[in-house]
């Protein structure tokens, strides 16, 4: 399969701080890949990297889509880039919104950013495929009168309107009632089936990347400490940190058997300059850990940062 997503040592700070140090992964077109990883380990920084949507911070490393640099493309070619061939959709969708504008005119004027006018009919027709019965009322309305989940599901057709080759799903059900999460999991399912979209999923809950992701990056403190296909990483984890956070889920299906907990908490990022991020939490640690970053380390198709293996 084709590399259609291929970020190499990317390291992104913002005065001077470096959140982002050094993060490798890439993804084959037509797949669904797993982001997962702590609250604070980089995820959404990565993800707002890959379209450049940050201001006020440098980008060091590359961003390769679709064998072009995105870190190198200059303005207008970036426009059609963002939102239009790669597509985000946000945590929280009525923040997405603008609340004094009624739906029909905010599509129209975000396609049309895009160069695009959909006619109503090719509108409809999108709302219906994601699953809202009711779009002539749904368009009628300001973004405050919708559901979360009614919200969520525009933001996904407005996505589909521009037909992007990428989906970048940032905790798209974390905002939604726990109902309706598993029908937007499906919809973003069938659309990579129905029209072959590659889709970046950034989550944390492992059963949700185990279940729907064919690979998966595991992030901590600015890093991707391990990569590689769903079902390798999880029948053997190789990195200390992957290891430890399927420990966590597998004894949430396990009678009887006390529950692990990761101890500690994940560090600010000047803290860890030159060491591995996961050493103080770590139990496999042993003093060269403390003298460098951990190399990435590339074997069979897998990819790790650790020292101990
Ligand atoms: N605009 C910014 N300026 C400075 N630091 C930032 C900025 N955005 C994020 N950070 C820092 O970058 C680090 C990674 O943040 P990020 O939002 O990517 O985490 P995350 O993995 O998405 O967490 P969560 O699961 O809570 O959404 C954090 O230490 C955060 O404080
Ligand atoms: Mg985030």
Redesign the pocket.
């Known amino acids: 399969m084709q590399t259609i997503l291929d970020i190499q040592n990317l390291k992104v700070s913002?005065d001077q701080v470096e959140?982002i140090r050094g993060v490798d992964f890439n993804v084959k077109k037509g797949e669904i890949h797993g982001i997962l990883?702590e609250?604070?380990?980089?995820?959404?920084?990565t993800a707002f990297s890959i379209a450049k949507l940050h201001e006020n911070c440098s980008y060091e490393g590359d961003i390769i889509y679709n064998k072009e640099s995105i870190l190198s493309m200059n303005e207008s070619k970036l426009s059609t880039v963002r939102g239009y061939e790669i597509a985000y959709i946000f945590q929280n969708p009525h923040e997405s919104f603008n609340p004094n504008i009624r739906m029909d005119k905010q599509l129209k004027e975000a396609m049309s950013i895009h160069g695009l006018q959909p006619s109503r009919e090719e509108i409809i027709r999108v709302l219906i495929s994601v699953g809202l019965k009711t779009p002539d009322l749904i368009l009628k309305k300001y973004p405050d009168q919708l559901s979360g989940g009614e919200c969520q599901r525009v933001m996904i057709g407005m996505s589909l309107l521009c037909e992007p080759q990428i989906i970048i799903a940032d905790?798209p059900t974390s905002a939604i009632d726990a109902s309706i999460k598993k029908q937007i999991i499906d919809l973003l399912k069938s659309i990579n089936k129905t029209y072959g979209t590659t889709i970046i999923l950034i989550s944390?809950d492992m059963d949700l990347v185990q279940n729907i992701c064919d690979s998966m990056s595991v992030m901590y403190g600015g890093l991707v400490l391990e990569q590689g296909t769903v079902e390798k990483v999880m029948e053997d984890p190789i990195h200390p940190y992957t290891q430890a956070l399927i420990n966590c889920t597998a004894s949430l299906n396990q009678e009887y058997k006390r529950l692990y907990t990761l101890e500690g908490l994940p560090m600010?990022?000047d803290y860890y300059k030159n060491r591995c991020p996961f050493y103080e939490r770590c139990d496999k640690k042993s003093e060269e850990c403390i003298d460098e970053m951990p190399q990435l380390i590339t074997l069979n198709g897998r990819s790790y940062r650790c020292k101990k293996i």
């Open positions: 913002f959140v990883g609250s604070g380990s980089g995820k959404t920084v905790e944390h600010s990022p």
